[in-house]
C-alpha cells in the first residue's frame, strides 16, 4: 500500500516536468516575436530590447529553462511586469475567491449531477431521463458566461433574490460568502454537472444490469438502498475520474466566471494580465493552476485505492 | 444502415447499361426503398437530421451575409447607439451604433471557419501523432508523456498564455485552440491503433508480407475513421465555445472582427441595461453549439451501435 503511494506521488513529477517545459516553451512555440507583440505596436525598439531581457528571450534556451526551472522549484514563479511585485504575492491576494467559487462549484454540481444521473439510470427511457440528458446536452453547448448572464438577469436583476454581482470573504460570515456564490457557482458548473450526470448515467445503467444487484432485488432490499448503496458504489470509480477530468474545465472556467460576477479572483487576475499584456504573471498562472490540476488528478487516483480495494499497483 | 449502404453498389454494378432493359428496373429494385432508407435514418437517428439541419442553415447565414445583413457591421453611428430592437435595427445597436443584426450574421463566419479549422486541423496533426506513436514502441513513451504534459494544462488557459504571445488574429486562434485540442485526438487514435494491432486480421496482413505503410493505410486508417469523424465533432463545438470565451476575454479575435465573443464582449459593460446586445449573439452560438453537439451525439450512436445503449 505505501509502496503504491509512494510510486504515484514520485510518478506526477515527470509529468509537472513536462508540464513545466511546455509552459515554458510557449514563449519560443509562438509564431513571430513576443517580445514585440507584449510591447505592443507604440513600442520603441529600446522598449523591445528591454522586454526581450527580461524574459531572457536574448539568452540560449537551455541556460534560460534550466535557471527558470530551479526558480520555479524554489516556489519563485518570476515578478509581474506591471506591478513589479513577485507573482506567487499577487497569486496569493486572489486565491480566496477563486478556492471558494470552484469549492462550492464542486460540491453543487456532484450533489447535482450524481443523483440526476442515478435517477436517470434508474428511470431510462422515461421522460425523465430524456430531461436529463437534455439539459446535458444543453450543458455542453451553452458557453459558461452566457449561462452566467442569464442567472444573473433572472435571479438578481428581476427576481432579486441574490446578489447581482461581487464577493464577500467567507470572514465577514457564512452566509454573505454562499450568497454570493450561488449564481456563479451554478453557471460555473453547468458544463461540469453535464459532464458527471452523463458519466453517472452511463456507468448506472451497467452497473444495474449485474447479477449482484437482481440478487439485491430478489431479497427485497428497498429501491433507494440498492440505487445509492449497492450500485452507486460500484459505479463510483468512472465517476470520480470524471470529477478530477473536469476539474480542467471548472479552472478555465472560472476565468470567465469571475469576470461576469465581478468576484475578485485568479480569474480576474488572469484578465488583467491579458489587457496588460503581463506575460509573467500569465505564465506564473497557468503554471499554478496547471500543477493544481495535477495534484487534484493525483488525489483521485489515491482515492480509487479508497473506492475499490481492487486496485492495486 | 449498413446493409443499404453495402447493397447499393453492387446493384448498380450489376444494372444493364442499355437503356431497353433498365425499364424494367423497378421491379428488381423498386426506387423507393433507397428513400425509405434515408427516411429511415432520419428516423432513427433524428439528432444527425436536426444537427445538420441547423447547422447548414448557419452555413447558409455564413455565405451569404453580405446578401442578407442591412448595414456594414462595422460602421459607426454614434448618434444611434444602444437603440433596442425594432424594425430598423431587428436586434437593435449597441454602444456604438453598430446594427447588431449584421455584426451577428457575420459573426457566424468566424464562428464556423474557427470550429471547422480547429476540427480538420486537430483531427489531421492528431491522427498522424496517434499513428506513429501506436506503431513505433520506441517514441510511444516519449509522445504520450508529452501529451499527458499538455492535457494537463486546462485548455483555455493554454490558449490564453499563446493568445498572449501572439498578434490577436484569427489564424492565431486557430493555432492556440488547435493546440490545446491535439492531445485528446492523439490518445483516441493511439488507443484505436493499439488494439487494432492486435486483431487476427492485421496479424493476417503481417504474415501476408505487407509492409508497415500498407497495414496502417489499408487496415488501421478506415477504423480510425469512425471515431475520429465522432471526436471531430466535438472538438468542433468546443473550439467554438473557446473562441467565444477568448474573445470575450480580450484574448481572441481582434476587437474589430464581428465574431460573437466580441459583440458579446462589447455589451458587457451594459448587461445590466441594454441585455440583447449579449442576448442576440448568445443565441446564436448556444444554437450553432448546440446542433454540432447533437450531430456529434447521432453519429456515435450511429457509427457505434454497442455505445448508444451506454451514454
Redesign the interface.
Known amino acids: 500500500m505505501f509502496g503504491y503511494l509512494l510510486r504515484r506521488v514520485l510518478a506526477t513529477i ?2 509537472m516536468a ?2 513545466a ?3 515554458f516553451s ?2 519560443y ?4 516575436d ?1 517580445a514585440a ?2 510591447a505592443g505596436d507604440q513600442a520603441s525598439p529600446e522598449d523591445v530590447e528591454k522586454i526581450r531581457r527580461s524574459l531572457g528571450l536574448d539568452r540560449p534556451f537551455l541556460v534560460r529553462f534550466t535557471e527558470w526551472s530551479l526558480q520555479v522549484i524554489r516556489g519563485d514563479l518570476g515578478t509581474s511586469m506591471f506591478t513589479g511585485l513577485p507573482v506567487t504575492e499577487l497569486i496569493r491576494q486572489r486565491l480566496e475567491p477563486t478556492v471558494s467559487l470552484m469549492v462550492v462549484t464542486l460540491f453543487l454540481a456532484i450533489g447535482v449531477a450524481v443523483p440526476a444521473g442515478v435517477i436517470a439510470a434508474w428511470q431510462a427511457g422515461t421522460w425523465i431521463d430524456r430531461l436529463v440528458m437534455a439539459f446535458a ?2 450543458g ?7 449561462v452566467g ?2 442567472l ?2 433572472v435571479f438578481a ?1 428581476q427576481l432579486d433574490w441574490l446578489p ?1 454581482q461581487g464577493y464577500t470573504p467567507i470572514a465577514s460570515g457564512f452566509w454573505p460568502w454562499l450568497e454570493n456564490l450561488i449564481l456563479p457557482a451554478i453557471a460555473l458548473g453547468f458544463v461540469f454537472m453535464a459532464l458527471i450526470a ?1 458519466i453517472t ?2 456507468t448506472m ?2 452497473v444495474l444490469s449485474q447479477d449482484y444487484v437482481r440478487t439485491a432485488r430478489s431479497k427485497g432490499v428497498s429501491e433507494g438502498n440498492i440505487l445509492f448503496l449497492h450500485a452507486l458504489k460500484n459505479a463510483a470509480v468512472p465517476i470520480v475520474t470524471v470529477v478530477g477530468i473536469g476539474v ?2 471548472l ?3 472560472a ?2 466566471t469571475e ?1 461576469v460576477f465581478a468576484i475578485p479572483g485568479l480569474g480576474r487576475l ?2 488583467d ?3 496588460r ?1 503581463d ?1 509573467p504573471l ?2 506564473g ?2 503554471l499554478m ?2 500543477f493544481t ?2 495534484l487534484v ?1 493525483l488525489a483521485i487516483d489515491l482515492i480509487y485505492t479508497l473506492l475499490d480495494p481492487r486496485i492495486r499497483y | 444502415m449498413t446493409t443499404s449502404v453495402s447493397t447499393a453498389p453492387t446493384l448498380a454494378m450489376v444494372r444493364p447499361e442499355g437503356p431497353a432493359l433498365a425499364a424494367d428496373l423497378p421491379d428488381i429494385l423498386p426506387p423507393v426503398k433507397t428513400r425509405r432508407g434515408v427516411t429511415g435514418l432520419v428516423w432513427r437517428y433524428p439528432t444527425i437530421a436536426i444537427g445538420l439541419a441547423i447547422l447548414v442553415f448557419m452555413l447558409f447565414i455564413a455565405i451569404f451575409t453580405p446578401l442578407l445583413a442591412t448595414t456594414d457591421p462595422t460602421s459607426l453611428a454614434p448618434a444611434k447607439r444602444t437603440r433596442e430592437p425594432s424594425m430598423e435595427y431587428w436586434f437593435g445597436t449597441d454602444a456604438f451604433g453598430r446594427d447588431i443584426y449584421s455584426r451577428v450574421l457575420y459573426g457566424s463566419r468566424v464562428s464556423l471557419i474557427v470550429g471547422f479549422s480547429v476540427a480538420v486541423l486537430a483531427s489531421l496533426i492528431g491522427l498522424a501523432i496517434g499513428l506513429v506513436s501506436g506503431f513505433i514502441r520506441a517514441i510511444d513513451g516519449i509522445l504520450m508523456r508529452i501529451m499527458d504534459g499538455i492535457m494537463s494544462i486546462p485548455p483555455i488557459l493554454l490558449a490564453i498564455a499563446l493568445m498572449a504571445l501572439t498578434r490577436a488574429s484569427v489564424e492565431n486562434v486557430v493555432m492556440a485552440i488547435t493546440i490545446a485540442e491535439v492531445p485528446r485526438v492523439t490518445r483516441l487514435v493511439r488507443g484505436v491503433v493499439l488494439s487494432l494491432r492486435e486483431q487476427p486480421y492485421v496479424d493476417a496482413a503481417v504474415a501476408a508480407g505487407t509492409h508497415t505503410p500498407m497495414i496502417i493505410l489499408r487496415h488501421i486508417l478506415p477504423n480510425t475513421l469512425a471515431p475520429m469523424t465522432v471526436q471531430a465533432t466535438y472538438v468542433c463545438a468546443s473550439a467554438m465555445i473557446v473562441e467565444a470565451i477568448l474573445s470575450f476575454i480580450g484574448a481572441g479575435t481582434p476587437p474589430i472582427i464581428p465574431s460573437w465573443g466580441n459583440i458579446m464582449a462589447d455589451g458587457r459593460t451594459l448587461w445590466q441595461v441594454k441585455p440583447y446586445i449579449i442576448l442576440f449573439p448568445a443565441i446564436f452560438l448556444s444554437v450553432t453549439v448546440l446542433a454540432v453537439n447533437l450531430l456529434g451525439d447521432g453519429l456515435r450512436d450511429a457509427l457505434d451501435p454497442r455505445m448508444a445503449k451506454r451514454l
Not at chain 1, 512555440?29 to 513571430?32: C, L
Not at chain 1, 455542453?140 to 452566457?146: D, E, N, R, T
Open positions: 515527470p509529468v513536462i508540464v517545459l511546455f509552459v510557449l514563449l512555440i509562438a509564431p513571430g513576443p507583440v507584449i446536452v444543453l455542453f453547448s451553452v458557453p459558461v458566461f452566457i448572464y442569464l444573473a438577469y436583476l447581482v452523463r448515467r452511463a445503467l451497467e480542467a474545465l479552472i478555465g472556467g476565468v470567465v469576470s488572469t484578465i494580465a491579458i489587457v499584456r506575460y500569465i505564465q498562472i497557468v493552476f496547471s490540476y495535477v488528478n
